[in-house]
């Protein structure tokens, strides 16, 4: 079994453990101070709202990852095999699509997100919220 330090005894704790830890101890401060940060109304909807477009978001990102990979590995191969030529007409064509897809995917978000929204169950102010740029 390895063993690892305690990152709570390591000054140059890495970004994403020292924020996790600044959130609890944030948190951890609001609710004994009496929960005033839970009672505030319009944090409620910008959490509702930023919860119906994280699935979408997600999506997207998913979508691009997988093209990079796609296209990582064509790249790669090419390389591999000694072609060089194919290789960069593999990296020129995966900028050329990313680009082409950022595009019609905005477009297309601008145009489809009220309704898609709609359809999760998006009303009032969560969808205002949700559709706020």
Known sequence: M??????RSHPATPGP??????????LQHHVQRGGH?????????????LSLSFPLFFIVLALGAGTSMG??????HALGSGNREDAELYAAQAVSFGVLHALLLTAAGLVASPAIFRLMGASGD????????
């Open 37 to 49: 940060l839970l009672r505030r109304p319009h944090l409620h909807q910008a959490l509702a709202a």
């Open 17 to 26: 453990a020292r924020r996790a830890r600044g959130d609890r101890l944030f």
């Open 71 to 76: 296209a990582t590995a064509l790249i790669g």
């Open 2 to 7: 390895l063993c690892r330090p305690d990152p």
């Open 126 to 133: 969560y969808l205002a919220l949700a559709l706020a740029t």
